[in-house]
């Protein structure tokens, strides 16, 4: 292996997969993680599609290597390799540097605050954008992420009312899972972060009614995760204030605002009702030539 390589892995969440998303680096190497749930087809094309050199499908074992490791992490240089959740079309390869990764773990530390003793609660896949944060973003603070294989809404709500658990991140389809299961409370947690798609009223009232510290978040692959945020009870405030465009604009179900920018962040409305983001977290590859993402 050389400096440049890209590795791909289909490792699931925990130990291995984080020592090799923290080892490659070191190598001067570059992570792609699969989307484990494609078809075989489909993980062919992405492994061909980012030209990796090898693909890693099992813990590696047998005696270590003697490798000349780096001292220093070029903060430009290619981190990790993440495809896009290819919801509106074919999934694109966004290339993040480890400057990208830095950048929004400061910007989430300066939304969330950072504490000894936190403990993230990873239940989002980590071929994912906000999978991958947590671990990258633990690491860089000196705190715990504990990650789950997948989501067991029975198992989450057991470990949120348990006082263990500091922080979660979900989406709004496993809060409402939560919900059904019964969860009544979560004790030590700091904040839920919620994301990937607009979280209903009704559940972000649930939520606030017994004290939840949900926060909405607006992000994508391009932006390393978050780079908005809203506490529930903003997003409550925001839904009972008239709406500022024609009705047809939002659905119905949909919050009424996204919060506002993290630190970092810069974010413009175009006048066609695009939102545009700059700031350090956004990936060099995915910014136009006038500096801005269009999204």
Aim: aromatic residues 4%.
């Amino acid at each position: 292996m050389s400096a440049g390589d890209r590795v791909a892995t289909t490792l699931p969440p925990g130990l291995a997969f984080a020592e090799l998303l923290h080892a490659l680096p070191r190598l001067g190497a570059t992570l792609v993680p699969l989307n484990t749930r494609l078809s075989g087809a489909e993980l062919r094309w992405q492994r061909e599609d980012c030209a990796a050199r090898l693909l890693v499908e099992e813990p590696p074992g047998g005696e270590e290597a003697d490798l000349s490791l780096q001292t220093h992490v070029d903060p430009d240089a290619p981190h990790s390799v993440i495809y896009t959740s290819g919801t509106s079309a074919q999934p694109k390869a966004v290339v993040l540097s480890y400057g990208n990764h830095l950048a929004s773990a400061i910007a989430c530390a300066w939304s969330l605050g950072v504490a000894p003793d936190d403990r993230w609660l990873c239940v989002l896949p980590v071929f994912h954008v906000g999978g991958l944060a947590i671990l990258m973003r633990s690491a860089l603070y000196g705190t715990a992420a504990q990650l789950e294989q997948r989501f067991d809404a029975d198992a989450v709500a057991a470990e949120l009312a348990s006082g263990a658990i500091t922080l979660v991140s979900l989406v709004p389809t496993m809060l409402r899972r939560l919900a059904d299961a019964g969860l009544t409370q979560a004790p030590t947690l700091r904040a839920a972060l919620l994301g990937g798609s607009p979280c209903p009223p009704d559940l972000i009232a649930w939520a606030a009614q017994r004290g939840l510290p949900v926060i909405a978040s607006y992000g994508m692959t391009e932006t390393a995760s978050q780079i908005a945020a809203l506490p529930a009870h903003e997003a409550i405030a925001a839904l009972r204030k008239p709406a500022a465009s024609p009705p047809h604009e939002a659905a119905p179900h949909e919050a009424a605002a996204a919060g506002r920018p993290l630190p970092g962040a810069e974010l413009r409305i175009a006048a066609d009702g695009e939102i545009l983001v700059a700031g350090p977290m956004v990936a060099a590859g995915a910014r136009d030539p006038d500096g801005w993402l269009h999204t």
